[in-house]
C-alpha cells in the first residue's frame, strides 16, 4: 500500500542548530514533493516544493533535498530560531498528470529551545 | 485575495443532526480539495475537485459524507447524519492546477459531533 512516513512525531533542537526531519514514501512515483508548515489552530501554509528530477532547491534558511531513488526528502532549517517551532508536512503530488491531488505524511512537531 | 475562505470557523452539534461546511477557493484556482485533519490520522484527502467537477472521492468516508461544486468560486461539504467519529477540523484548499502547484489552505472548520 502506498505510504508516506515522516521520521519522528516530535524533534526537539537547540536554537541556532540545524534541524532535519526526514520524509520517506512506498509505492509513488511522485513528480513533485511539497513542504508544508503549520501553526496551531491554522491551515498548511506552503513553504517549498521540488520537482523529481531536482536534487536540491533553497529558500532562505530552508533546503530540500529529493531522492527519488531512496524514496526520500530532506527538510534542513539552518541556524534555527524558537519562531521556526511548528508542525512541518510533506506532501506528495502522484506522477501521472496536473490533475492529481496532494497527500500528506502525519508531519513532524519541531520544538527549538532558546 | 483574502486567500481561501471557510465556515463556519467552529461547529458543535448533536449527534444525528446535518452539518454543511462552506469554502470558497482563491479566484482563478482551477482545483479544490476537503481534507480532515485528526491527532490519529493526520490530514487525509477527502474529495477533490477540478474545473468545478469531482475527481476522486475515494477518501470520502462514507455515504453520510457529500460534497458540491455548484461554481468555481463555491463548495460545500455536508454529513448527514453525524457523527460523534466525524469530529475533526476539516480544512478546504485550493490550486491553480492539482498537486503540481502549491496548495492554498483556508483556516480550516473544527466540529464536535456530541
Known amino acids: 500500500s502506498q505510504k508516506i512516513e515522516q521520521n519522528s512525531e516530535a524533534l526537539n533542537i537547540q536554537e541556532g542548530k540545524t534541524a532535519t526531519l526526514t520524509c520517506n514514501y512506498t509505492?509513488?512515483?511522485?513528480?513533485?514533493l511539497q513542504w508544508y508548515r503549520q501553526d496551531p489552530g491554522r491551515g498548511p501554509v506552503f513553504l517549498l516544493l521540488i520537482r523529481e528530477n531536482e536534487k536540491e532547491k533553497r529558500k532562505e534558511r530552508l533546503k530540500v533535498t529529493f531522492d527519488t531513488t531512496l524514496k526520500q526528502s530532506l527538510f534542513h532549517i539552518t541556524a534555527s530560531q524558537p519562531a521556526d517551532s511548528a508542525t512541518y508536512l510533506c506532501a506528495l503530488a502522484r506522477r501521472n498528470s496536473g490533475n492529481t491531488p496532494l497527500v500528506f505524511g502525519k508531519g513532524t512537531r519541531l520544538s527549538v529551545i532558546a | 485575495d483574502a486567500g481561501v475562505i471557510q465556515s463556519p470557523r467552529h461547529e458543535v452539534t448533536e449527534m444525528g443532526q446535518e452539518v454543511t461546511l462552506r469554502c470558497k477557493p482563491i479566484?482563478?484556482?482551477?482545483?479544490l480539495f476537503w481534507y480532515r485533519q485528526t491527532m490519529m490520522r493526520g490530514l487525509e484527502l477527502l474529495i477533490y475537485f477540478n474545473n468545478n467537477v469531482p475527481i476522486d472521492d475515494s477518501g470520502m468516508p462514507e455515504d453520510r459524507f457529500s460534497a458540491k461544486m455548484p461554481n468555481a468560486s463555491f463548495s460545500t461539504l455536508k454529513i448527514q447524519p453525524s457523527e460523534p467519529r466525524d469530529s475533526a477540523v476539516y480544512f478546504c484548499?485550493?490550486?491553480?492546477?492539482?498537486?503540481?502547484?502549491?496548495?492554498?489552505f483556508g483556516q480550516g472548520t473544527r466540529l464536535t459531533v456530541v
Open positions: 484548499a485550493s490550486s491553480v492546477l492539482g498537486g503540481n502547484t502549491e496548495a492554498f
Open positions: 509505492n509513488y512515483s511522485p513528480a513533485y
Open positions: 479566484s482563478g484556482h482551477n482545483s
